[in-house]
């Protein structure tokens, strides 16, 4: 496992090294954040995997038992910075969103699953749907990884 709090020349290094080891080990990057360029990087030289450094256990047990089933492991917050910012779909025309589907919204965008973003916001599961189900239609999306891109193109995230 690599970590970095960011991509610097370290990180991509590092995971270069751990690959040319014999056998070659699952490498999985733990980041706080990346653009397209630094998941470039690290999977050009050789990782398996990166996942937000805000991951669950849950979240890391999952990843790990993946990786060392021969997968590769993306966070969901790191799929939108993969497919790059898309303005395809049109929001509804009351678009605005609450302040509570901005925080569920910002806390989708970091990966977390409807348990972490209940537990987070003292919500019930059952609740978080229905604000994702709010927020889809606002966007003028279908699923998570759609909200959180169509949200970078309008600057509702950054």
């Given at each position: 496992m690599v970590f970095g709090s960011h991509l610097d020349v370290a990180v991509p290094q590092a995971v270069r090294r751990a690959a040319a080891l014999q056998p070659p080990p699952?490498?999985?990057?733990?980041?706080?954040?990346?653009?397209r360029a630094d998941l470039a990087a690290v999977f050009s030289?050789?990782?398996?995997?990166?996942?937000?450094?805000?991951?669950?256990?849950?979240?890391?047990n999952d990843?790990?038992?993946?990786?060392?089933?021969?997968?590769?492991?993306?966070?969901?917050?790191?799929?939108?910075?993969l497919a790059g910012v898309t303005t395809a779909a049109t929001p509804a025309a009351d678009g605005a969103l609450t302040p509570k589907?901005?925080?569920?919204?910002?806390?989708?965008?970091?990966?977390?699953?409807?348990?972490?973003?209940?537990?987070?916001?003292?919500?019930?599961?059952?609740?978080?749907?229905t604000h994702l189900a709010h927020l889809y239609e606002k966007l003028g999306v279908t699923d998570r990884q759609q909200a959180?891109?169509?949200?970078?193109?309008?600057?509702?995230?950054?």
């Amino acid at each position: 496992m690599v970590f970095g709090s960011h991509l610097d020349v370290a990180v991509p290094q590092a995971v270069r090294r751990a690959a040319a080891l014999q056998p070659p080990p699952r490498i999985l990057v733990l980041l706080d954040a990346a653009t397209r360029a630094d998941l470039a990087a690290v999977f050009s030289n050789g990782a398996d995997g990166a996942l937000l450094r805000s991951a669950s256990g849950d979240d890391l047990n999952d990843a790990l038992i993946r990786l060392l089933a021969g997968e590769r492991v993306l966070a969901p917050a790191f799929v939108s910075v993969l497919a790059g910012v898309t303005t395809a779909a049109t929001p509804a025309a009351d678009g605005a969103l609450t302040p509570k589907e901005r925080e569920v919204l910002s806390l989708l965008a970091q990966g977390r699953t409807n348990r972490q973003i209940g537990e987070t916001l003292f919500i019930s599961a059952g609740t978080v749907k229905t604000h994702l189900a709010h927020l889809y239609e606002k966007l003028g999306v279908t699923d998570r990884q759609q909200a959180i891109t169509q949200a970078l193109a309008e600057g509702i995230l950054q």
